[in-house]
């Protein structure tokens, strides 16, 4: 009999940790950034609406959407303030990072989901509301990347603003602050190759005290981007005694 001897606890840690929890689910690293009501578009003059046409059709050198309206509109200040929303500036923002796990909706279907009408994923993370129920001014990113079979959709209903980018091309432009309103992209419209791998990026921005809704429904089968979790100490104990069990037994061989 042959058995294989995991050189050390952080090796077997590493293995189970990568591997995922439940094959019908697609899990996403995201990166989070936390503002101030302060800022200047964050719930200065909150009341806008929707407002088409406030970020780029196409990202910029750093994979970032860019501000296309003129000062002031969406209540955004200028392009200076807007490229603050998805980049890390000390004094401005403090970015974190989650997981965000969308869930087959049933077995086989090939449609995946996550719907949360209390989206303030900051509230556990820092504790910190500024005086209000929750933490309202943040923004998120997302980026993975897909390999295009054809006849795929990408839907989503929330509030703030949303952009979704395809091949670094806009599909989906909810700027503005707006009540939850929906957006949808069909890739067959695209012009994308069956076969072919692509980029998917998610801008997302809560920037007014009222709710946060966050709703994605997609055929899309993301490429999973999630960070390891730490096993929990329970689990370290049983990783412990199974490699002292693996070293016993080949002692004794």
């Keep these: 009999m042959n058995i294989r001897i995991l050189g050390s606890a952080a090796t077997a840690i590493a293995l189970l940790a990568s591997m995922p929890a439940d094959a019908a689910s697609i899990s996403l690293s995201a990166t989070l950034r936390d503002f101030s009501a302060s800022h200047s578009d964050f719930e200065a003059n909150p009341i806008a609406g929707h407002v088409a046409g406030l970020a780029s059709y196409t990202l910029d ?7 296309s309206g003129a000062d002031g509109t969406g209540n955004v200040a200028n392009a200076a303030s807007f490229a ?13 990072t989650i997981n965000l796990t969308l869930e087959e909706t049933a077995p086989g279907s090939g449609i995946y989901s996550y719907a949360n009408s209390s989206f303030f994923p ?3 993370i820092t504790g910190a509301t500024e005086g209000n129920p929750h933490n309202y001014h943040f923004t998120l990113e997302l980026e993975t990347s897909f390999t295009y079979q054809g006849g795929e959709v990408f839907n989503f209903t929330g509030d703030d603003d949303l952009w979704v980018y395809i091949d670094g091309k806009q599909c989906i432009d909810l700027g ?12 067959d419209s695209l012009g994308l190759t069956v076969g072919e791998d692509y980029s998917f990026k998610l801008f997302f921005a809560e920037r007014h005290t009222t ?21 929990e100490p329970g689990m370290l104990g049983l990783l412990g005694l199974g490699l002292v069990g693996m070293g016993a037994l080949r002692r004794r061989r």
């Excluded at 997609?218 to 730490?230: A, G, H, K, N």
Aim: glycine share 8%; hydrophobic share 35%; net charge negative.
């Design 211 to 231: 709710e946060s809704n966050f709703k994605v429904q997609t055929t899309i089968l993301l490429e999973d981007t999630s960070i390891p979790e730490v096993p």
């Design 61 to 67: 050198a750093d994979g970032k959407p860019t501000f």
């Design 122 to 124: 900051l509230d556990a």
């Design 84 to 96: 603050q929303w998805y980049r890390d500036v000390p004094g401005v923002n403090t970015p974190y």
């Design 176 to 187: 503005g602050v707006h009540g939850a309103m929906s957006g949808a992209c069909n890739l």
